[in-house]
């Protein structure tokens, strides 16, 4: 995949050629790999009518008949996760290790999973005889759902969404990142050959502030669900309140990592590594603050410090890399921009990006190594703002009410993890964090059954089995008066 790719939109089941193009770049060579669509109103009002018209069929399908074309999706899917992963990695950046090993594998248990519940989805029914009433509940599609997804996990993130929403009758426009638009375009054709009839997936693809615009303000699209940061969500949030749309936001983090005294170093530190540079940070899950407890602090720094060293960095399509470079230029230069900050706010830096030594073909690349940072007070800017990169700040801490103040003291709620051989203590202090999940002595072990989400800027709604059936349905009750 050396050339540079043409994508198109899809709509109604049809490939689309457009006059205006967005250039898309190989992060780890910084030079051009695909040409996206630069969709518009009209593209997404095509999109729309085609999703609107294949509703009304693809809704009254049968169950059983959706779970067997999702799996067979899935099927398609597992036999092009080299293609698939080698695609995500150019396009995104990201190790081919982590595209072939976890993120196109889980595209393909999205499928399969949401196949499997919808057939096993059951609904209220209460008779009262006595009164000759019977009331039971429905749960009906609730027509076009929009989804919108970042670039940082772009396959994973995109069927997470979009097999529940269509497991549950509904049909979908959807909008992947401009950055990284190549495997949601490969996956239409899996659509075509899985056998999907044709305006039940629909892929536009574009600006945010253009084609993302139009969809989520489109009068006959009654449900969006939107993973990014947080500015855009807000946004998607007040035009969808004001049109009394179902809104699901999942806007990021500022995740903290509690480290304390009884913790197993040699099992926390190497999670707590991947927790910070998993995706060079690009994670909305990422671990970016890391309290330990003033006992072991020494201890713990030194053996991290060490465990970061052996990361290697570099061309993310071999084997033995582990970090590759960040998505964009343009999201490299904020996460310099945030490096430079924390100098001025008097970080000091265990470990810094620098002196990368990178083969000539990865030169002009967006590579950051990664950063340790510790001294900074915790109302600095680098330890209350989301950086999204490979950047993780240490700090100590002494007593257990300190600390939950401490973790809940950002504006975002979505994640933390808690190391601790004291379950009693675990399970104190994990009701007490202000966030959607606690793993703890863990990190990143995920269920689909166990609902996914998180409070205040990190969003509103939770998606997983139960949660996306009712996002992604309207539960209705029918009374019925009987002789």
């Not at 595209?107 to 029914?125: E, G, P, Q, T, Y």
């Not at 001294?375 to 680098?382: A, E, I």
């Not at 959607?436 to 609902?451: D, I, K, Q, S």
């Amino acid at each position: 995949m050396t050339d540079v790719l043409t994508i198109k939109n899809f709509i109604n089941g049809r490939f689309i050629d457009s006059e205006k193009f967005i250039d898309s770049y190989n992060p780890a060579t910084g030079k051009v790999f695909a040409r996206v669509p630069d969709s518009d109103e009209s593209d997404v009002a095509k999109a729309v009518s085609a999703a609107k018209a294949a509703f009304k069929e693809w809704s009254a399908k049968d169950p059983a008949e959706r779970s067997k074309l999702l799996h067979r999706v899935a099927d398609i899917l597992e036999s092009r996760i080299l293609e698939f992963s080698i695609a995500e990695s150019q396009d995104q950046g990201k190790p081919l290790f982590q595209s072939k090993a976890v993120e196109i594998p889980r595209a393909v248990m999205n499928f399969r999973h949401f196949a499997n519940s919808i057939l096993c989805d059951k609904d209220m029914c209460i008779n009262q005889p006595a009164d000759g009433v019977l009331n039971y509940t429905v749960h009906c599609p609730c027509g076009v759902a929009g989804i919108i997804v970042p670039w940082n996990l772009p396959l994973y993130l995109l069927t997470f969404k979009l097999a529940p929403a269509l497991a549950h009758g509904n049909t979908v426009v959807a909008k992947p990142s401009e950055f990284t638009s190549v495997t949601a375009w490969m996956l239409c054709s899996v659509f075509k050959e899985a056998g999907f009839d044709d305006g039940v997936v629909n892929m536009v693809f574009g600006y945010g502030h253009k084609a993302g615009e139009a969809l989520i303000r489109h009068p006959d699209v009654p449900i969006i669900s939107f993973t990014g940061s947080d500015r855009t969500g807000l946004h998607i949030g007040s035009v969808a309140g004001g049109m009394v749309k179902k809104v699901s936001l999942e806007m990021g983090g500022k995740n903290a990592a509690v480290v304390f005294g009884d913790a197993d170093l040699e099992k926390c530190i190497p999670v707590l590594i991947r927790g910070s540079f998993l995706n060079q940070g690009q994670v909305c899950l990422s671990t970016s603050r890391i309290y330990i407890e003033k006992a072991i602090f020494s201890i713990f720094v030194e053996k991290f410090l060490a465990a970061v060293r052996k990361i290697k960095v570099g061309d993310p399509l071999n084997e033995d890399v582990r970090m590759g470079p960040v998505c964009s230029k343009q999201h490299f230069e904020k996460i310099q921009m945030y490096l430079k900050l924390a100098e001025e706010e008097g970080a000091k830096f265990l470990i810094k990006s620098e002196n990368l030594d990178l083969p000539e073909n990865n030169k002009n690349g967006y590579f950051i190594g990664p950063a340790v940072i510790t001294g900074l007070p915790d109302n600095s800017r680098c330890m209350q703002e989301e950086i999204f990169g490979p950047v993780t700040c240490l700090m100590p801490f002494e007593d257990d009410k300190e600390i939950i103040n401490r973790v809940n003291n950002v504006s975002y709620g979505l994640c933390a993890t808690l190391w601790s051989k004291d379950i009693q203590k675990i399970h104190s202090i994990a009701p007490k964090l202000e966030v959607g999940t606690v793993w703890c002595n863990c990190w990143l072990l995920r269920n689909l059954h166990m609902p996914f989400g998180g409070q205040k800027l990190s969003g509103v709604g939770r998606e997983g089995t139960e949660d996306s059936r009712e996002f992604y349905t309207t539960k209705k009750t029918i009374c019925v008066k009987y002789e």
